[in-house]
């Protein structure tokens, strides 16, 4: 799919760090935006001129955890699955993604990393840019393990993350409990290799958060979920992960924000308390995002989940098990239902993780030099167009 010379993208209210251009125009040339800007700029007559028609024009998401959409997951370790979900998400406002693979076997993080480091070196296609793993285990505690399978749960091995992280360069984060044996040398071996170390499926109390940051654990996944908070042990309360989290100042979030799995209310909390710039939105999508199966009933890959209520639960309906939300649904979220400006929302799901993952000079953000990855989208936040690197993606 070929990249037009030069894009010229008018009428749109472009949300920018500085604020939102009511009439801005966004140029954009070679992958790259070349121009932000109000005034009217000539460009060669053959270029391509697309009228947003007022609609709003802003970075696409950056999810920084997804497992599946279409009918497939990433478990499936297959190229054809990767690029399936990566094109769903794209056409629902996804414009770069953390593949994220549940605790499994080992070989299937395995496969899941030569698959990723593959998909990785081809040239941009036809859907949301891939840009690492995120593995959600194995290191979890069975007390918090939700829907992961429980075969899969252990404390920390030595031997089984050093092969995998000396192996390969594509593992961007690696979500554990901090407080199962040796998983405070786990923090500091990854975190010393540039992976993003994430608390999660956890009882972790606050001395057991600060030795966890201290030891390289910088993010917490999936806020709330999954983690005890303010709690009574015999006739004396106590912290729980939550409350932890919140006192370590410098430690990142993410919420799943489709007023589901984080009522808006705390929603709106958590942005309090922590601030836009330590706030990532995430879907947590599973294979029945951005698919038919997202009408109710039993899931198509896994009969132990079901769809009920727009969200994926255990079929015994004892617990959340994942999400069918999508990019462009957690800004609406954060938006009609937990109060936060559109400009913050579109920082949470594309500034802020973009930062997080350390890759904030290339993208989430609309200004000069950084990838043409944007999102067209109007009042209703109906989604009307997705650009991955430059290029439209096709509906």
């Not at 007022?54 to 997951?73: F, S, W």
């Not at 995120?134 to 404390?155: C, R, S, T, V, W």
């Not at 654990?217 to 004396?236: C, L, R």
């Amino acid at each position: 799919m070929s990249v037009n010379a030069w894009v010229k993208i008018v009428n749109g209210r472009v949300v920018t760090p500085g604020g939102i251009l009511s009439q801005g125009q966004i140029i954009v040339t070679e992958g790259k935006i070349a121009e932000v800007t109000e005034r009217n700029v000539e460009l060669p007559t053959d270029a391509e001129v697309f009228d947003a028609e007022g609609c709003y024009v802003a970075p696409g998401c950056i999810d920084m955890h997804v497992h599946g959409a279409a009918g497939h997951d990433f478990s499936e370790a297959t190229p054809e699955a990767f690029r399936a979900i990566a094109r769903a998400h794209a056409l629902q406002g996804t414009t770069a993604l953390y593949p994220t693979i549940a605790a499994d076997s080992v070989e299937v993080f395995r496969r899941a990393i030569r698959t990723c480091e593959r998909v990785m070196t081809e040239p941009a296609g036809d859907g949301a840019c891939i840009l690492g793993l995120h593995l959600e285990g194995n290191y979890l505690n069975p007390a918090m393990k939700g829907a992961q399978h429980p075969d899969h749960i252990y404390p920390p091995k030595p031997e089984e993350y050093h092969e995998l992280l000396e192996g390969t360069t594509c593992i961007k984060r690696w979500s554990a409990a901090p407080e199962l044996p040796g998983a405070l040398e786990f923090g500091r071996y990854a975190s010393e290799r540039g992976v993003v170390v994430s608390v999660a499926h956890t009882t972790a109390d606050y001395p057991a958060v600060r030795r966890a940051w201290e030891a390289g654990f910088t993010h917490a996944t999936h806020f709330y979920n999954a983690m005890t908070a303010v709690h009574k042990e015999g006739v004396y309360k106590h912290e729980g992960t939550v409350e932890g989290i919140y006192l370590t100042e410098g430690m990142t979030v993410e919420v799943i924000a489709d007023g589901i799995h984080v009522p808006p209310a705390i929603l709106q909390l958590v942005c309090r308390i922590k601030g836009t710039e330590r706030v990532a939105l995430v879907t947590d999508a599973m294979s029945e995002a951005c698919s038919e199966g997202e009408k109710e009933g039993i899931c198509r890959r896994d009969p132990r989940l079901m769809i009920e209520e727009g969200v994926c639960k255990l079929a015994d309906g004892s617990a959340i098990a994942g999400s069918i939300a999508t990019g462009i649904r957690l800004i609406r979220t954060m938006v009609r239902e937990a109060g936060c400006s559109l400009s913050e929302a579109v920082r949470m799901a594309a500034e802020t993780p973009a930062r997080i993952m350390g890759i904030s000079e290339r993208k989430g953000a609309i200004r000069r030099g950084m990838d043409a990855d944007l999102i067209v989208f109007d009042d209703d936040f109906a989604l009307r167009r997705t650009m991955v690197g430059g290029r439209w993606v096709r509906k």
